[in-house]
């Protein structure tokens, strides 16, 4: 790698610390780049999955504001998607990347509608409640549990967009601010990627120059993408997520 693929790496590393702290689909990024450098598609995938984590440790602290009065709910979900995570990074080394690709733009697609229709669902959800009588569930009850399972699978799979499924689910079926869900999808994030990296320690090949451009790159992007995305109105922020969720589905369908 020369010196200017390397700064092509970084460079890509921050954009998606960034982009996987306001909403999701850094991989998107950086997966490109580091084929566009030589590296086999196996070892890009796992490169790149070690090299975020930084950057999604980053955004997580700097939501730490938006995390408080969350801890139980970070506990039972970040379990979830612990388990989720090391799920998708066994099926990594024994399924075709079809297997997940195939599905992958029409689970993104069904995320941006949640996301779209968030708050007309919310009302509509918490409606039938006060006239059915049924309790809310604080951390959103077994359908977000099992969504957040799923989407964690995929997200120690690949990965790409997987945060704007996280808000999608979360959006929906959790009553909370739209910051205060996004501050919650990075420790997921974070922790997703954590769990599929030490895993692909033990059976993948690294290339160690990518993984330290990347990690590097992606801490400094978590930091701008939470200056950035805490700034956000909840109508702006849900734009964004459409925006980037959109360009995820179409790079996915042509690619």
Not at 181 to 199: I, M, P, R
Request: glycine share 16%; aromatic share 6%.
């Amino acid at each position: 790698m020369d010196i200017w693929e390397a700064a092509a790496v970084c460079t890509a590393g921050i954009g998606a610390g960034a982009i996987n702290t306001i909403v999701g689909s850094g991989t998107l990024l950086t997966f490109p780049v580091l084929l566009a450098v030589g590296l086999p598609p196996v070892t890009a995938n796992v490169s790149n999955a070690l090299g975020l984590v930084p950057g999604s440790v980053s955004g997580a602290i700097g939501y730490r504001r938006e995390l408080r009065g969350q801890r139980g709910r970070v506990l039972r979900l970040g379990a979830v998607a612990l388990l989720g995570g090391l799920v998708g990074a066994v099926l990594l080394v024994a399924l075709p990347s079809r297997a997940f690709t195939l599905i992958v733009p029409a689970l993104i697609g069904m995320a941006l509608v949640l996301v779209v229709l968030q708050p007309r669902l919310s009302r509509l959800v918490q409606r039938r409640r006060e006239r059915n009588g049924s309790p809310e569930h604080a951390h959103g009850g077994p359908v977000l549990l099992g969504g957040l399972g799923l989407a964690s699978t995929y997200g120690g799979y690949f990965g790409a967009a997987q945060g704007v499924i996280y808000l999608g689910l979360m959006g929906l079926l959790l009553d909370e601010d739209l910051q205060r869900v996004n501050a919650v999808k990075n420790v997921l994030g974070a922790l997703v990627n954590g769990v599929a990296a030490v895993f692909f320690l033990f059976v993948a090949d690294f290339d160690w120059t990518a993984v330290l451009l990347i990690a590097a790159g992606s801490a400094a992007g978590g930091q701008l993408g939470a200056r950035i995305g805490r700034r956000l109105p909840p109508a702006v922020l849900r734009g964004v997520i459409v925006a980037v969720g959109l360009a995820a589905v179409i790079q996915l369908l042509l690619g």
